[in-house]
Structures are given as structure tokens and as C-alpha cells.
């Protein structure tokens, strides 16, 4: 049985005293039955991790934290750079890796990728692993083949064991930060194209696996993507930088 995992991605916003109050508003409007319902995590930003850990911790929220990237090294000559075990050191459970936005505006290729997917398990961690076609891929017919091949990079060396928990994120380019989100229908038969890959290559992992849907999910769709069989959460940009909105979000059902 796979747990519900709906995942806020705060990207470039708010500071470490933001990032207090956003934590301690969002646990507010949630409770113990949410928890053991949906795992819910929030990604802020590196400079806001230590926070939100030291409030997640001393107030004994069942909220998990998130990054939103990291290295794929250790340590080293890497200017600017965050390593996996620096964030399993803060308490970190989850990592984004493969974000559209990492790919397109930073460059990261799918070698890069699939480094950092190998990484966040060695570390202790899991990936939150984002795969996503173009609009123009999509336009052209293409989606199907450019989230094969994203996934086949991405996933390249696992095991069965770490597909097990892994954590696909499903993410049009076109529907993120957009407003203009893939309809139920479309976006539950990715997300299923994407549990057959992982059974052609994984076996029975692929049953284990979580598959999230992003781009431009909101209180208003959620729960119509979150009917979809193949979908098991959600990846947030937006709309979980308000913790009322995201708690809506979250609580899908109500
Ligand atoms: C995202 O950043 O992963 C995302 C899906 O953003 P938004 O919800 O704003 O489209």
C-alpha cells in the first residue's frame, strides 16, 4: 500500500525566518489523521533548513523536510555547491532531483542526474526524481518518449531495493508555475506509463514506487488528479508557499 506524499517546493523564497513561521502555520492547520494519511514535506531553501529542522524537532511536527537539490559529491572543490550528506545531516529525508527547472535554467543533464539519484541514497536520503516533456514535445507527440528516456538516465545502476522508495515526480514543463495544469485523464496516464517502465525494469518495485504529479496543482484540482489510480501526490511550487493554501491542498479529501 503506498502512503499519499503531497511535497511543497518553495524554490527561491523566504528566509530562514520565513521559513519558521510557514512550518509552524502549516503544522497549525493540520492533524494527526492528515499525517497518517499524506506524508507531507516542505523543501525551502538550503539557507532555511536548519530552521525549519530545529522547529520540525523541538515541537515534534510530523512534518518531513526536503531539499530541492544538492551535489552529487561528497565534498570537494565545488564552489557553492551542497552535498548530500551535509542535508541527511540536517535531518533532510527527501532531495528534488532532475527539477525542470534545474534541467533547462542550470543545465543539468540526465548523467548529472542520475549521479545525484545515487547520491541521495547513498547518503540515507530519497530522490524525489522529476521527469517532464517540453511543450513542444508534447505538441509533437513526443511525451511518452521523452519521459522513457529520462526515466531509463535518471533510474540507470539502482536497485530494486532503492526503486522501492523511490519517488517519481511527473512534472509537464509546460504546466509548471503556469496555471495551466495537464487534465486528470492526461496526467494519470503518464503517471501509469511511468509505473509500466518501472516494471519492465524493477519487476515488483514499480508497485512500490510513488509516482507525484506537478504543475500548477492547487486546492482546486488536486483531489481530481489525486483520483487518478497512479498517482500518489503531489509536487507543489506555488501554492505551498501559503501554509492555508497548502494545508488545502494537502487535506485533498475535504
Ligand atoms: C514545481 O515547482 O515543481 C511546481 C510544480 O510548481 P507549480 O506548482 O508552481 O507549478
Given at each position: 500500500m503506498r502512503k499519499d506524499l503531497i511535497a511543497g517546493n518553495w524554490k527561491m523564497n523566504a528566509t530562514h525566518l520565513d521559513a519558521?513561521?510557514?512550518?509552524?502555520?502549516?503544522?497549525?492547520?493540520?492533524?494527526?489523521?492528515?499525517?497518517?494519511?499524506?506524508?507531507?514535506?516542505?523543501?525551502?531553501?538550503?539557507?532555511?533548513?536548519?530552521?525549519?529542522?530545529?522547529?520540525?524537532?523541538?515541537?515534534?511536527?510530523?512534518?518531513?523536510?526536503?531539499?530541492?537539490?544538492?551535489?552529487?559529491?561528497?565534498?570537494?572543490?565545488?564552489?557553492?555547491?551542497?552535498?548530500?550528506?551535509?542535508?541527511?545531516?540536517?535531518?533532510?529525508?527527501?532531495?528534488?532531483?532532475?527539477?525542470?527547472?534545474?534541467?533547462?535554467?542550470f543545465g543539468e543533464t540526465d548523467a548529472d542526474i542520475n549521479r545525484k539519484v545515487k547520491a541521495v541514497?547513498?547518503?540515507?536520503?530519497?530522490?524525489?526524481?522529476?521527469?517532464?516533456?517540453?511543450?513542444?514535445?508534447?505538441?509533437?507527440g513526443r511525451t511518452e518518449e521523452r519521459v522513457r528516456s529520462q526515466f531509463a538516465a535518471g533510474t540507470s545502476g539502482l536497485t530494486q531495493e532503492q526503486v522501492n522508495s523511490l519517488v517519481v515526480a511527473y512534472e509537464p514543463v509546460w504546466a509548471i508555475g503556469t496555471g495551466n495544469t495537464a487534465t486528470p485523464?492526461?496526467?494519470?496516464?503518464?503517471?501509469?506509463?511511468?509505473?509500466?517502465?518501472?516494471?519492465?525494469?524493477?519487476?515488483?518495485?514499480?508497485?512500490?514506487m510513488r509516482i507525484l504529479y506537478g504543475g500548477s496543482v492547487n486546492p482546486g484540482n488536486v483531489a481530481a488528479i489525486m483520483a487518478k489510480a497512479d498517482i500518489d501526490g503531489a509536487l507543489v511550487g506555488g501554492a505551498s508557499l501559503d501554509p492555508d493554501t497548502f494545508a488545502s491542498v494537502v487535506r485533498y479529501w475535504v
Open positions: 519558521i513561521q510557514m512550518v509552524q502555520k502549516l503544522s497549525y492547520r493540520l492533524n494527526d489523521s492528515d499525517f497518517d494519511r499524506v506524508e507531507v514535506v516542505v523543501c525551502p531553501p538550503y539557507t532555511a533548513l536548519r530552521s525549519a529542522q530545529t522547529v520540525i524537532e523541538t515541537d515534534h511536527l510530523r512534518i518531513k523536510l526536503g531539499a530541492q537539490n544538492c551535489h552529487y559529491a561528497d565534498s570537494g572543490a565545488f564552489t557553492g555547491a551542497i552535498s548530500p550528506g551535509m542535508l541527511a545531516k540536517l535531518s533532510v529525508r527527501y532531495v528534488i532531483v532532475g527539477h525542470s527547472e534545474r534541467r533547462h535554467v541514497y547513498e547518503a540515507g536520503m530519497i530522490p524525489i526524481f522529476a521527469v517532464g516533456e517540453l511543450e513542444a514535445e508534447r505538441d509533437a485523464d492526461d496526467a494519470g496516464a503518464v503517471c501509469t506509463f511511468i509505473r509500466e517502465l518501472a516494471a519492465d525494469s524493477y519487476g515488483d518495485a514499480a508497485d512500490h
